[in-house]
């Protein structure tokens, strides 16, 4: 099973998108997102099990009320103030570059880096900060 979390500063709630592939084979994985508040409670949301098409980048979008996480199948509408997770009745809608409405905060993806407390360089499930990963916003071809 493979982890990547990212900490949302201001209310110190903590996403987690984990991808286990132990009752499957690669590249087919079942995932499931992670939502834990600053007051302990924890909601998670089984994602969509994805096979080698959908095993795709998790973009996290926020607005300061509103989060998203958005996949090419997947879309996730949470408060980590309130720790509620659902999928998401509507998209942001899509801009010219990346969402409307929303700001890019990072994305869940593979990819090499170092890891502490030994920095070992390896390929390991990570989230990437906007400083370090390119949009990646799944919206059709205009």
């Not at 096979?51 to 996480?69: E, K, V």
């Not at 999928?87 to 990072?106: H, I, N, Q, T």
């Not at 989230?127 to 799944?138: I, K, N």
Request: a positive charge.
């Amino acid at each position: 099973m493979f982890s990547a979390s990212h900490q949302l500063g201001f209310s110190g709630a903590v996403v987690t998108v984990r991808e286990d592939y132990r009752a499957t084979k690669w590249p087919v994985s079942r995932r499931t997102f992670v939502l834990h508040g600053a007051s302990g409670r924890t909601v998670s949301l089984a994602l969509a099990n994805g096979g080698a098409s959908n095993l795709s980048t998790l973009s996290l979008y926020g607005d300061g009320g509103r989060f998203f996480l958005i996949g090419a199948v997947e879309c996730v509408e949470f408060d980590p103030v309130a720790v509620t997770a659902a999928r998401c009745r509507k998209r942001p809608p899509c801009a010219a570059f990346g969402r409307e409405g929303v700001s890019f905060l990072g994305r869940f993806d593979w990819a090499n880096g170092f890891d502490p407390p030994y920095g070992h360089f390896g390929l390991r499930w990570r989230f990437l900060p906007q400083e370090d990963a390119s949009e990646t916003s799944f919206c059709p071809d205009r």
